[in-house]
């Protein structure tokens, strides 16, 4: 079954069997093995890409329901060279540790920035409740967002 | 070392953010072969059972199946999953089959493995798979076990496969003289570490060089060299064992499991690459459980609360098979039942029982969160029957700096004998009340505040570290002039790449972007023994400072020749070597070839880290829902080398107890089957539940025992919580008389207490 789709800014046409998840299609068909699968049953968030600017489970989304949707990908986040403003936080507030929630983490992160600049430490931590990290203990996570806020604000004020 | 240090102790960004954060690190999923197969497992679907045939005919002939193994295709004797800890003759009996074979034991035993072009065609051929098995009763819990109606290993006669004995001074004598004796069962509930990042592996074998190699190697990737070499009959210079990043550990990634095994023997049997990669229902039953464990414990103690001896009996269920290091939760937690705590007289004995259900094996302060439990409840329970202040039984209690080193109770069989190395506990309990504001916190104990009930508690924890034998180190001097550190440690994590390298800086006198880390896999240096029992730094750290040491000095000569001087005119500073007139040799001009030096880091003493865990917590009645309010704890670990990563352990570490103390249970019926398979049913703790977690890590007493005077540290503040927490509960419901016996505190668990206890 054919899908064409646009992802992190480039068009892309796919021919894939309908019953293909879009995580697996971005990781195994298109290469993009920065969206991680952590349980294939859309609870633990680390394949969280953003799919018209809504953060989705690409574990349980099929690769042809993106068909004619713009998805980013950890990978469109993440600048030629060096950190977004969102990763540098996270690295600055040692907000990961083995990493394989980090991708999940970040484009949560940035699909809720995006829409609220503003959001307080409850809302973030409400809104990362559907990533699980088993790691850090979250706080630091929450810190690295709340201080990355100032750069998505930043943005708005710019666009 | 050669220079002032500056980057130890220092916060530095972690150089393997920046690929992990641009989603650019690379995990064992990510890694491709040309030309490569896939593969899926049949598990068993009955936890105690004959198995009487599995026909695979129908799976088969699916287009895209190229093999399905079974038990006869493993060839005569079945190859066993060894014991790499403590490897006890005593427990042979009860290894655990590459696959199942005459019978299965769990829900989740490997029955068969299908190799296929894709995995969805894998799993598909699993569906096809007609397995017979007679069913057996299932053993589910200690009675069962005990009473032996069915045994899991017949020819043993018994369910029960080792007992462990902890004993020092005369505990009998001891509770015969006391004042006060009490005597409780505890239970700790089974769960696991459950690292993020599903198990897999991609092997490889070459036909012509006659090589092995495998990707997804963690933890302990020269140990696994040694069994996959066993096991399939290869010299261990055949087989590469690959790390890249790994998605954490805890304790379970990365020990030989039988998958380990079946990918690479099916990688050699297919001539092809074979990748596996497990999914998250397939790892919650195949991956290790841990802590489950019954504990029937008496405390005697003088009137005015000395305690005089600790004597009793635990059980672990240790599932269906002894795996790689099922043996350490019920040694330690015979071994560590005394803790931060002067105990004089011991008699502890530790069974290990197998019952239908998944193997277990360490995970993050293994054998140390359930003895922790179960003793720092008995201190409380003590304290309010004598009329005490727990703080204060707790600091008389504590053993005091003067007192070490403070030998613990030895161990038979596999005898060890160790000693609390040095430390202050007072002082750390002293600095984790002050950060916990303790004094107006407690002013709220059993109090009701808008529906609520507020408790506190404090508890001491060790923590040890840097099991042995040893560590290498390599360092070359590249002819760049940067330098190349080869380390037998492994990275799960924990963000080695980065505390290594800070240690080698400091080791050789120059900036950290000068070298660079490589770690984990083994054809970098002789031999490696990996990460576990908070071993990485002190070990692997403590080995590269020799090897920088080895380096220098072999780099003196030429220096000197260079240099035209004296070899002890020669100092090294950050661009390379000068004589004392200044005249200076760059380290890229001093050699045209690469110089290269290694080094062993031997230790047969453990180091302790010592801390204390201070908690607040509201229960609310109705619901039964205990709410973490605040948290602080303290830990000394000698010295720090990053302080940033150090603190993040010493946080997730304490969720991760919080999940383990309030959330996470495996749960299994009457027959064995296990009912929480997906993370909807086995929870975790998420972002929303525990907001307020502070922890201090300090530098006061640094270890004796190896140069860097750093102690182990990565496991830390998880042994503390399961009793810190009960206790706070029990606090909380002082006014019902609520005393937790059990974990976890669900609020299910805890609003049944209330109903008993209410009248």
């Known amino acids: ?159 | 070392m050669s220079a002032p240090n500056r980057l130890i102790g220092s916060a530095l960004e972690r150089v393997e953010d920046l690929r992990l954060l641009r989603g650019r690190g690379q995990f064992v999923a990510d890694i491709n072969r040309p030309d490569q197969l896939h593969a899926a497992f049949l598990r068993s679907a009955v936890a105690h059972g004959m198995l009487r045939g599995v026909d695979a005919a129908e799976a088969l002939s699916l287009d895209g199946v190229h093999a399905v193994l079974t038990a006869r295709d493993l060839g005569s004797p079945m190859p066993l999953l060894p014991i790499r800890l403590q490897p006890l003759p005593e427990l042979e009996p009860f290894c655990q089959p590459m696959l199942a074979d005459e019978k299965v034991r769990y829900v989740g035993e490997p029955v068969a493995v299908v190799i296929a072009d894709s995995s969805a065609i894998a799993e598909d051929a699993l569906d096809l798979i007609a397995v017979d098995i007679d069913p057996l009763p299932a053993i589910t819990n200690r009675d069962q076990a005990e009473a032996a109606g069915t045994l899991l290993f017949p020819e043993h006669g018994s369910n029960v496969s080792m007992r462990w004995n902890a004993v020092k001074g005369d505990a009998d004598a001891a509770f015969e003289a006391a004042d006060y004796t009490r005597r409780e069962t505890f239970t700790v509930q089974r769960h696991a570490a459950l690292f993020m990042e599903p198990r897999g592996f991609v092997a490889e074998w070459d036909t012509d060089a006659e090589k092995l190699s495998v990707w997804g190697a963690a933890k302990v990737a020269f140990a696994n060299r040694k069994i996959l070499a066993a096991t399939m009959g290869l010299e261990r210079d055949q087989i590469d064992m690959i790390e890249g990043d790994v998605g954490g550990s805890f304790g379970s990634r990365g020990e030989f499991y039988p998958e380990d095994f079946l990918i690479p023997f099916a990688a050699r049997h297919l001539g092809r690459p074979v990748k596996w990669v497990e999914d998250r229902r397939e790892h919650l039953m195949a991956a290790n459980h841990a802590r489950q464990i019954e504990c029937d414990v008496e405390i005697a103690a003088t009137r005015d609360g000395k305690i005089l001896a600790l004597r009793g009996t635990n059980w672990t269920d240790n599932g269906a098979y002894i795996r790689t290091n099922g043996s350490i939760a019920p040694r330690n937690a015979a071994q560590f039942m005394s803790g931060a705590y002067d105990i004089e007289h011991i008699r502890l004995t530790s069974y290990s029982l197998t019952t239908n259900k998944t193997p277990t094996g360490t995970y993050r302060g293994p054998g140390r969160f359930e003895p922790d439990f179960v003793r720092e409840r008995l201190i409380d329970l003590m304290a309010k029957d004598l009329g005490l202040d727990p703080l204060d039984v707790r600091r008389r209690n504590l053993v005091p700096a003067d007192k070490m080193p403070y030998p613990l109770a030895t161990m038979t069989p596999f005898e060890s004998v160790t000693s609390l190395d040095s430390g202050d506990n007072h002082a750390l309990l002293d600095r984790c009340l002050a950060e916990f504001g303790w004094d107006e916190k407690v002013a709220l104990q059993g109090q009701c505040i808008d529906g609520r009930y507020h408790g506190v508690s404090v508890g001491c924890f060790i923590e040890g570290g840097a099991a042995g034998p040893s560590e290498d180190a390599r360092i070359v001097l590249e002819s760049d002039g940067s330098f190349a550190v080869y380390l037998g440690s492994a990275g799960v994590g924990q963000g080695i790449e980065t505390i290594m390298g800070q240690i080698a800086g400091d080791a050789l006198g120059v900036p950290f972007e000068r070298v660079r880390v490589h770690y984990g896999s083994t054809a970098y240096v002789a031999e490696g023994f990996g990460s576990f029992h908070s071993r990485s730094t002190v070990m692997g750290g403590s080995a590269i400072v020799l090897a920088a040491e080895a380096l220098l000095e072999k780099l003196r000569p030429i220096a000197a020749a260079a240099l035209g001087c004296a070899l002890d005119a020669v100092v090294f500073d950050e661009e390379g070597a000068r004589d004392a007139d200044g005249k200076a040799v760059a380290f890229d001009a001093l050699s045209d070839a690469p110089v290269s030096a290694e080094a062993r880091f031997e230790n047969k003493k453990y180091t302790y880290s010592y801390g204390s865990l201070a908690a607040h917590v509201a229960v609310d009645p109705k619901t039964g829902q205990v709410d973490v309010l605040d948290i602080a704890s303290t830990k000394d670990v000698g010295r720090m080398i990053n302080p940033a990563t150090l603190n993040g352990q010493s946080v997730g570490s304490i969720v991760q107890g919080l999940g383990g103390t309030l959330l996470e249970e495996f749960v299994y019926d009457s027959e064995g089957q296990l009912l929480t398979g997906t993370l909807a049913d086995y929870l975790l703790p998420t972002a929303t539940d525990f907001p307020n977690i502070r922890s201090t890590v300090l530098e006061l007493a640094p270890s004796p025992h190896n140069p860097l005077g750093a102690k182990g540290a990565g496991e830390g503040e998880i042994i503390p919580v399961g009793g810190v927490i009960a206790n706070a509960v029990a606090q909380a419901l002082a006014g019902f008389g609520v005393e937790p016996m059990a974990l976890p505190l669900s609020p299910p668990n805890v609003w049944r207490m209330l109903q008993e206890a209410i009248p």
């Open chain 1, 1 to 159: 079954m054919k899908a064409a789709f646009e992802v992190n800014g480039e068009s892309v046409e796919v021919d894939v069997e309908p019953r293909l998840s879009l995580a697996d299609c971005l990781r195994d068909v298109l290469g993009l093995t920065g969206t991680h699968l952590g349980c294939e049953h859309g609870v633990c968030g680390a394949c969280t890409v953003i799919v018209d600017g809504q953060a989705v489970r690409s574990c349980l989304t099929l690769a042809v329901q993106a068909d004619g949707e713009r998805i980013t990908t950890v990978e469109g986040l993440s600048p030629e060279a060096g950190l977004s403003p969102l990763q540098a936080a996270f690295r600055k507030h040692h907000a990961l540790q083995c990493g394989f929630c980090t991708p999940g983490m970040v484009t949560t992160a940035h699909a809720l920035l995006s829409e609220e600049p503003d959001a307080d430490a409850d809302r973030v931590r409400e809104v990362l409740s559907g990533n699980i990290c088993r790691c850090t203990g979250y706080v630091p996570i929450v810190e690295a967002v709340l201080e990355a806020r100032a750069a998505y604000r930043k943005m708005e004020g710019e666009s």
